[in-house]
């Protein structure tokens, strides 16, 4: 089976524009997790989709969205960037409630 | 206080060493995870614990749910174990949502 793939996985945005980054998930998996990792806070929990609703979201201003679609991939978005933005962003499957299983991250940076 | 503790944040060891890495939570959990980051950012999730201990290879994983306890241990540490290990629990009623501990660095020398 192929494992949970990103796109893109680097990315240099400039500060009030808006980016949206891609996640296939491993096939069969339902769950689509997001997290953003910073060198300050670590890894912090953006939100989860399960068949196409959202089910989970932490607690991340509402300039930050996702979407998942029939197929499970995923997508989330973040408008209006700003400098402390910039960080790994890693979108994680999960059959059910199970094990994760992460992808490799898209790196974003925001000058 | 964070809801999940790691201890150490760094060790530093020497090849053939037995590791452990230690991480307490604060709240009602339905599993913990343990996960390997390697430098360049890919994470490969190691165990899902719920009760009980799991052994994979030289890495074994133990959980104490009535401590609010598990850690991590690692057999003949090699350079190749270098990395940082994160616990990360799931809530009794978050869906697959995880919080981390900060992470434990570890750096093992030849």
């Known amino acids: 089976k192929a494992g949970v793939t990103q796109t893109p996985r680097y990315l240099i945005k400039t500060r009030g524009q808006q980016v949206t980054l891609s996640c296939s998930p491993i096939?069969?998996?339902?769950?689509v997790s997001w997290y953003q990792q910073t060198p300050g806070q670590g890894l912090q929990f953006l939100f989860e989709?399960?068949?196409?609703?959202?089910?989970n979201k932490g607690n991340f201003p509402g300039r930050f969205s996702g979407r998942q679609f029939s197929n499970s991939r995923s997508e989330m978005n973040v408008s209006t960037l700003e400098l402390g933005d910039s960080a790994l962003y890693l979108c994680?499957?999960?059959?059910?409630?199970?094990?994760?299983?992460f992808g490799p991250g898209t790196r974003l940076t925001v000058t | 206080k964070n809801e999940v503790e790691q201890s150490p944040q760094n060790l530093t060891a020497q090849e053939g060493e037995f590791i452990t890495i230690n991480c307490s939570y604060s709240?009602?959990?339905?599993?913990l995870h343990w996960l390997q980051q390697h430098p360049g950012g890919g994470i490969v999730s190691l165990f899902m614990?719920?009760?009980g201990k799991k052994k994979h290879g030289r890495l074994i994983a133990t959980i104490n749910i009535q401590e609010k306890h598990s850690s991590l241990h690692i057999t003949a540490s090699h350079p190749r174990d270098s990395a940082v290990y994160i616990c990360?629990?799931?809530?009794?009623?978050?869906?697959?949502?995880?919080?981390f501990g900060e992470g434990t660095q570890l750096t093992v020398n030849p």
């Open positions: 994680a499957s999960s059959y059910a409630d199970t094990k994760q299983y």
């Open positions: 096939s069969g998996h339902r769950s």
């Open positions: 989709y399960f068949s196409e609703t959202q089910r």
């Open positions: 709240v009602g959990i339905s599993a």
């Open positions: 614990l719920s009760s």
């Open positions: 990360a629990v799931r809530g009794e009623t978050s869906g697959s949502r995880l919080t």
